[in-house]
């Protein structure tokens, strides 16, 4: 069946240093959302990518959609305190609604 | 404005006892979607509503698994004699658009679900 596959599970980062969380689909994507989970908490939107090679920025946040719609990733530059959480991806393979989540990478930041 | 509000927040339940999860999502959003998150995974989806009718309902576990959302608005995802594999974190998600595929979801607080 249609997988979403996420890497790293665990990430520790010194406060400044950067992240980066790789999504990968079994297949072609029509589009592809990233949450954010803080512990105890539940998904919060963040983004969605939907062109092939899309780039889109929030701040300190980038995110890539890859050339062959089966790809993303996000990266945070200059790690905060408040960027803990599980970060997630979502893809979407044109099924009306229905999102596969990745396993979500754990941000872990030492202040 | 309100988000996506679920009820109960926490329920423990018997194994084998009939348990109702509610989801009252955000005023006029068309899609509603029910996804099962087990503790240190993602969320894994369950079924959807346009409206009053449920359009995907691929991802259930098994007949014990059961969602209505008879007036397009109020959904509610019932799972009879419960197992203690049913213990996990049952999130409501709603969105504006018919293209729900297309458009952010907006997820509840959850209901933690134990079943002893």
């Known amino acids: 069946g249609q997988q979403v596959m996420q890497i790293p599970q665990y990430q520790h980062v010194q406060e400044g240093e950067d992240f980066t969380t790789y999504c990968n689909s079994s297949?072609?994507?029509?589009?592809i959302q990233w949450y954010k989970q803080r512990p105890g908490g539940h998904p919060v939107f963040l983004i969605q990518?939907?062109?092939?090679?899309e780039v889109k920025k929030q701040k300190r946040l980038t995110f890539q959609f890859g050339e062959a719609k089966k790809n993303s990733s996000l990266h945070i530059t200059a790690t905060q305190t408040t960027d803990v959480g599980t970060y997630f991806c979502?893809?979407?393979?044109?099924?009306?609604?229905?999102?596969?989540f990745g396993q979500g990478t754990e941000l872990s930041v030492k202040p | 404005g309100a988000g996506v509000s679920q009820s109960p927040r926490y329920k423990v339940a018997k194994r084998g006892q009939d348990v109702a999860l509610r989801c009252d999502p955000i005023?006029?959003?068309?899609?509603l979607f029910w996804y099962q998150q087990a503790l240190g995974q993602g969320p894994e989806f369950l079924t959807y509503?346009?409206?009053?009718?449920?359009?995907?309902k691929s991802g259930l576990p098994s007949d014990r698994f059961f969602a209505e959302r008879p007036e397009g608005s109020v959904s509610t995802l019932k799972i009879q004699r419960t197992q203690q594999e049913d213990s996990a974190v049952y999130l409501c998600?709603?969105?504006?658009?018919?293209?729900?595929?297309?458009?952010?979801?907006?997820f509840g607080p959850g209901t933690r679900l134990t079943v002893l």
């Open positions: 005023s006029g959003h068309v899609s």
């Open positions: 509503f346009q409206n009053e009718a449920q359009l995907d």
């Open positions: 990518l939907v062109k092939s090679g």
């Open positions: 979502a893809g979407n393979h044109n099924q009306g609604g229905k999102l596969i």
């Open positions: 297949t072609t994507l029509s589009n």
């Open positions: 998600a709603s969105s504006l658009e018919r293209l729900a595929g297309e458009d952010t979801q907006y």
